[in-house]
């Protein structure tokens, strides 16, 4: 995701340095959390912590504490910080395999064991820090999937219909003839695409 330079002796400081504007962020979502922030803020803090615990259900590691927290401020922040886009429902299931990866770091055996109270809350609020900054990485490179008119994923569609069209002409034909648009059925597969 290009998120460290390409220097390696470069890694430990970009990684401080992006860990402690993290920090200075986790304010933002913690003034939102007790209400002090703006009424947009503590909206969207609502809604997130709304959507949180809907995450990943069949696996214990999303339903402890400490998870649900870090998922919650990486979303906020990630809205706060990229208002054009904001706060999407499924983001959070985009998120999960990104925290996954980046608690493996601090876990031994299988993720379904995983218990992220041994874990020093330093080193948690490292992983998330290092798991936020990719997933806006990678948000920023679908942003054009979640704002108004999704011109993404009318791409994609489109693509999707000359495919079809290149690939078997019949039923390209057959779904025009019955005046079928690819956006009726298409749509959500993409957006699936994405969160699955």
């Known amino acids: 995701l290009g998120q460290l330079p390409p220097d390696s002796t470069q890694w430990g400081l970009t990684l ?16 939102a959390m007790n209400s002090r ?11 997130i912590s709304i959507d949180v615990p809907r ?9 402890q504490s400490p998870v649900r ?11 706060v910080s990229h208002p054009v886009s904001g706060y999407v429902q499924g983001f959070n299931d985009i998120l ?8 493996s770091r601090l ?16 080193r948690l609020v ?8 990719c997933f806006c990485r990678f948000l920023d490179t679908i ?11 009318r791409r994609c569609l489109a693509r999707l219909e000359r495919v079809v069209q290149r690939v078997d002409e019949g039923l390209h034909a057959h779904l025009a003839s019955q005046d079928v648009d690819y956006l009726h059925f298409a749509f959500r597969w993409f957006n699936c695409l994405l969160v699955r």
């Open 16 to 31: 401080a340095a992006r860990r402690r504007r993290y920090r200075e962020l986790m304010g933002r979502y913690e003034a």
């Open 37 to 47: 922030g703006t009424e947009e803020e503590v909206a969207l803090a609502h809604q």
């Open 55 to 63: 995450t990943a259900t069949d696996l214990p590691l999303f339903s």
């Open 69 to 79: 927290e870090s998922l919650a401020r990486i979303l906020y922040l990630r809205a």
């Open 96 to 103: 999960t395999p990104f925290l996954a990866t980046f608690l």
């Open 107 to 122: 876990m031994a055996g299988s993720m379904k064991e995983w218990d992220i109270s041994r874990v020093p809350p330093e």
């Open 126 to 133: 490292e992983a998330e820090s290092d798991c936020f900054w």
């Open 143 to 153: 942003e054009d999937y979640f704002v108004r008119e999704q011109p993404g994923i």
